[in-house]
């Protein structure tokens, strides 16, 4: 069984025990922070990545392997500073490649789903991608190649990367004192994942804070502007699916619709939310331009149906850790997990 697939055994409920205690402490607390639909959604989007991951389903444009084979100079030694110098480097690319993400129409369709619940709990934390097949983050791992890490400490890494970004999704932690200075926090990701627009585009970092301020994309959680959390052109829908590629196919349509070629050329990589003037004339879509004025998206399902979606997702979650049980998928993880 692969290394990523057995780290799922153990954070998988963790995760869970962690979720039904933030759930908790919310209703002790008096605040909401979840929906059945909502918290549905977010966890089949995190069933549909993880089954994606374990049948390693996906397309790397270069790899990491390929890289330290081919432009290594020196060993960095000794092992322990090699493993910091691999974490740094890890969580450097992970701050491009999730501003990459942001910043690119064609790349924001990899992370949307990320972003689309108007909630912000530890659930929406695996609310994930199933559309990011395409692997590109070795490209930011140069440093790492060139001083010969060896490729085994990302493949044990970078799951714990990516698990050491869950906690951090939640409401009902405040300002961490000297930690906002070092660590990313839930402060600083809820203005993250914020649609004001002092809040936008803000704060891409994963585990240190310090790449935003670097680069220039730290803003701090204000105290009289409460972050409203979805996305600018709603979803509207709980189905996982859809919310995977409705920004693709809204891509395509305006490449379809505009007037001039250059436009159909270029609306891929031109900055997210971009249209071809004809087509943002012609062809309106739905923008929140004012978030004190959003409208959560609800629908108004009974219990019968919620305890029916419920009973689907538990018995899918245990098909899917069947089949890894039963297939022994992989013998070494060797995906980067960045997002």
């Not at 409705?246 to 349509?253: A, E, G, P, V």
């Not at 739905?286 to 004025?293: T, V």
Request: proline letters at 4%; glycine letters at 4%.
């Amino acid at each position: 069984m692969s290394y990523y697939i057995s780290t799922l055994y153990i954070a998988v409920p963790a995760f869970m025990i962690l979720i039904i205690v933030e759930e908790f402490i919310a209703r002790l607390k008096g605040v909401k922070i979840n929906s059945a639909e909502d918290m549905i959604s977010s966890l089949s989007s995190g069933l549909t990545n993880i089954l994606r991951d374990g049948l390693k389903i996906t397309v790397i444009l270069i790899s990491y392997s390929w890289m330290v084979g081919h432009i290594a100079i020196i060993t960095l030694q000794p092992v322990w500073l090699a493993i910091v110098f691999a974490f740094l480097i890890e969580d450097f690319a992970g701050y491009w490649i999730h501003r990459l993400n942001h910043r690119v129409n064609i790349f924001w369709n990899r992370h949307v789903i990320h972003h689309s619940s108007e909630e912000f709990n530890l659930s929406c934390a695996l609310r994930q991608s199933i559309s990011n097949t395409l692997r590109f983050a070795a490209i930011f791992m140069i440093p790492a190649a060139l001083v010969n890490i060896p490729p085994k400490y990302f493949a044990i890494m970078s799951p714990i990367h990516l698990f050491m970004q869950f906690w951090y999704h939640t409401r009902l932690i405040g300002n961490m004192g000297f930690l906002e200075y070092i660590l990313v926090t839930p402060s600083h990701h809820r203005v993250h994942h914020a649609i004001n627009p002092e809040y936008l585009d803000k704060n891409y970092s994963q585990i240190f804070i310090f790449w935003d301020k670097l680069f220039g994309t730290f803003q701090k959680e204000l105290t009289d502007k409460e972050p409203v959390f979805g996305v600018l052109r709603p979803a509207n829908t709980w189905n996982p699916i859809i919310i995977n590629y409705k920004h693709l196919w809204q891509l395509i349509q305006d490449a379809w619709h505009a007037d001039k070629i250059i436009d159909k050329m270029i609306i891929w990589f031109m900055p997210t939310g971009w249209r071809p003037a004809n087509v943002d004339l012609e062809y309106p879509v739905n923008i929140i331009d004012n978030p004190k004025r959003q409208i959560k998206y609800s629908t108004n399902n009974s219990i019968l149906v919620i305890s029916w979606a419920w009973v689907h997702l538990i018995v899918t979650f245990f098909l899917v850790f069947h089949l890894f049980e039963e297939e022994k998928i992989g013998d070494v993880y060797q995906h980067l997990y960045l997002f």
